[in-house]
């Protein structure tokens, strides 16, 4: 299997108690989070960057892929940081932020999580064109892709230009799924989300707001970057602020750990 060039997965390893697990999107590759990576690599921090199945290959390897394989492939990635961090933080864009969201409905050690531009919930229309997948596929094979809503025009994101409709059909099953799971998101979240994002609707982060049971979360705009704002013009707030964000909560542990008799 032939691997996209700048589209490999990731992991780099050290002696630091932090890990990173970082998510790229629907046939996106890890080259969406590559500014953040490499960020947190120079932090000296645990990174975990996995190639989601089906994804930095070719098109036709998202057709027979379930959502449960992608599932598989971010906890399999949180064991793997879970061996040598103890204090492990998720960020995803787009469908990775709600495998992100998954996670941290799963396992509350997580120390908190960043979404951006995360998928969830779609506008009217395009959730009954969700729906009639079933029907469509008997007459269409493929969608046009959703890759490079990039409002930077230097930047180009490594992803498949067409998307099987079978691969589609999986991503909307994942994104139900997750929906019923928000009710057991408690931990630190921080949500991004691009005011000019020609992907997802700006609704999908308030409802993400909304639902979760985080104690601490927030929602910060962003006003100049499209979907792919990791690739975009606001990449450097998006850095500085989950950069703070992970610091100020590791440094809250450290503080209830010295409070302790």
């Known amino acids: 299997m032939e691997i996209m060039k700048g589209g490999e997965p990731h992991s780099f390893k050290t002696n630091s108690e932090v ?47 379930k959502y449960h394989e992608w599932l598989a492939d971010v906890e399999r990635s949180f064991m793997l940081l879970k061996e040598r961090a103890k204090k492990i933080f998720v960020i995803g864009l787009s469908m990775g932020g709600a495998l992100a969201l998954h996670l941290a409905s799963k396992y509350s050690e ?74 057991n998101v408690t931990v630190p ?17 308030k ?16 006003n100049n970057s499209y979907h792919v704002a990791t690739m975009d013009f606001d990449k450097s707030i998006i850095i500085k602020k989950s950069a703070d964000f992970i610091s100020s909560l590791c440094l809250s542990c450290e503080g209830r750990r010295e409070d302790m008799p």
């Open 19 to 65: 890990g990173i697990l970082l998510i790229h999107g629907f046939t996106g590759t890890t080259s969406g989070m590559r500014s953040l990576m490499n960020h947190f690599i120079d932090c000296n921090y645990n990174i975990e960057c996995p190639r989601l199945t089906g994804h930095g290959t070719k098109k036709e390897d998202l057709i027979a892929v």
């Open 189 to 205: 979240t921080l949500i991004f989300k691009s005011k000019e994002d020609h992907v997802i609707p700006i609704i999908s982060a």
């Open 110 to 183: 997580i120390m908190g999580i960043v979404v951006i531009n995360n998928a969830l919930v779609y506008n009217f229309s395009m959730d009954i064109q969700f729906k009639l997948i079933p029907l469509l596929k008997i007459f269409v094979k493929n969608v046009k892709g959703v890759a490079s809503d990039i409002k930077d025009p230097d930047e180009k994101e490594i992803a498949y230009d067409s998307i099987p409709i079978n691969g589609v059909a999986q991503f909307y099953r994942l994104l139900n799924y997750v929906k019923k799971e928000l009710k």
């Open 207 to 222: 409802y993400t707001f909304s639902k979760i049971n985080s104690l601490q979360k927030e929602i910060i705009w962003l």
